[in-house]
């Protein structure tokens, strides 16, 4: 909270002579000077690209780029660093598993693809797309007025048709918690090839996709005090090895003939072309930092300030809170009885205060709660009392304008 708020220069900026108050971390968060300064120092030293030149700055280069893997395969305690694919994000890794998922022919008509009604346009698209592509059906598990998963109809609807089962860890619209181990318990009944979707659960929960067992796990960057274009696609090594390739190109072969190519193992077979280098590199640089962090006592300030959050808005009223998971983080998302959250945002902007407004990227889950979208305050390790405060204080101030 505050100890850690001198890493991030952005923090200090000012607005009508008050500090921004950055409330929408779950769109992106900010980034540490450290993450800013991997960045500057890769291009100012040894820009180069990777894997290819044989010269001095190549090598510090690929070294630092494979550094990041490994450090983040590390981090999320995956078997082999080769299980660690670079993408552009979450977005990215969803659409390259559901279109080799296709391309490996997984998928005949009448398999089913099971999703769930809160998940993010980006676990949703793709798996449309792939359920057009092959004649599958997508079925999606119906949420509850809490904000919660309706796990009686996960029974149901998960079952001996389903070949693939994703899911998002978090809710970026709501912050509940999913019951991970419960939904992979029900697809390994039925052999069905598991993803989740980690954005939001990255950098608030400790990942380790060894003990969750899933088959892969997609998440950004951005979301976790790293740059934009950079993500990561986990995947057990026999699935990687056993997929085909995605995108063709330099970087992903082994030997090329005008007729016919052989391909390099994972990850390289899945990273057609130059890779976003400063991307990882930053990426790398913001593992470290995580690491370097007392997690579990920022975690706790965190959730403090949410529950803060919570009570403090119940107070008001004709303020209502959409989704009161058990099991929530980082999100408080609300609407407000007498006016369209565009107008409670751009009312609390003028105050500086930093939110998101709308359906999130989630308009099937919008629809379930029936709610035209929402006010989305979303905080992150560096949020602190103060941040609360004028929340509180501006969604009272926009009510006397409503
Ligand atoms: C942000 C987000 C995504 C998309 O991530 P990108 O970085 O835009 O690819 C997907 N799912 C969830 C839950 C998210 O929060």
Not at 150 to 172: K, Q
């Amino acid at each position: 909270m505050n100890s850690i708020r001198a890493d991030f220069p952005i923090l200090s900026r000012q607005f009508r002579d008050q500090e921004i108050v950055y409330l929408d971390s779950a769109a992106t968060t900010q980034k540490p000077q450290v993450v800013i300064d991997a960045i500057s120092h890769y291009y100012e030293h040894y820009n180069s690209n990777v894997h290819r030149a044989a010269h001095v700055m190549a090598g510090e280069a690929t070294e630092a780029f494979e550094g990041s893997r490994a450090a983040i395969g590390r981090w999320i305690n995956s078997e082999l660093s080769s299980e660690i694919v670079f993408t552009r994000g979450t977005t990215e890794g969803i659409n390259l598993v559901a279109q080799v998922l296709g391309d490996a022919n997984k998928l005949r008509a009448g398999d089913e693809i099971v999703i769930t009604e809160m998940e993010h346009h980006s676990n949703i698209v793709p798996w449309q797309m792939l359920a057009q592509r092959t004649g599958a059906t997508l079925r999606g598990i119906k949420v509850k007025l809490s904000g919660e998963l309706d796990l009686d109809d996960a029974a149901e609807v998960i079952n001996e048709r389903t070949r693939i089962l994703a899911f998002g860890h978090v809710s970026n619209a709501l912050g509940t918690v999913n019951p991970v181990e419960d939904l992979l318990a029900m697809a390994a009944h039925y052999g069905a090839i598991t993803v989740i979707d980690g954005a939001q659960a990255a950098l608030h929960q400790m990942v380790d996709v060894q003990a969750l067992g899933c088959d892969f796990y997609c998440f950004s960057g951005h979301k976790m005090f790293g740059p934009t274009g950079i993500g990561i696609l986990y995947g057990k090594q026999v699935l990687l090895e056993e997929l085909p390739p995605w995108q063709g190109g330099g970087e992903m072969i082994e030997r090329v003939t005008l007729q016919a190519s052989t391909y390099q193992k994972p990850p390289y077979k899945f990273e057609a072309g130059t890779p976003n280098i400063a991307g990882a590199i930053g990426l790398g640089a913001a593992v470290a930092y995580i690491e370097s962090l007392e997690l579990a006592s920022l975690n706790a300030a965190e959730d403090a300030l949410v529950k803060k959050t919570i009570s403090g808005l119940k107070q008001i009223p004709g303020i209502q809170l959409v989704g009161e998971p058990a099991n929530r983080s980082s999100v408080v998302s609300f609407i407000v009885d007498a006016a369209h959250p565009h107008d409670v945002g751009t009312l609390l902007d003028q105050q500086g205060v930093a939110v998101r407004t709308g359906h999130h990227c989630t308009m099937p889950l919008m629809d379930a709660l029936d709610v035209p979208g929402t006010v989305r305050a979303s905080f992150s390790l560096y949020s602190n009392d103060d941040d609360v405060t004028r929340l509180l204080d501006g969604v009272q101030k926009a009510l006397t304008f409503l």
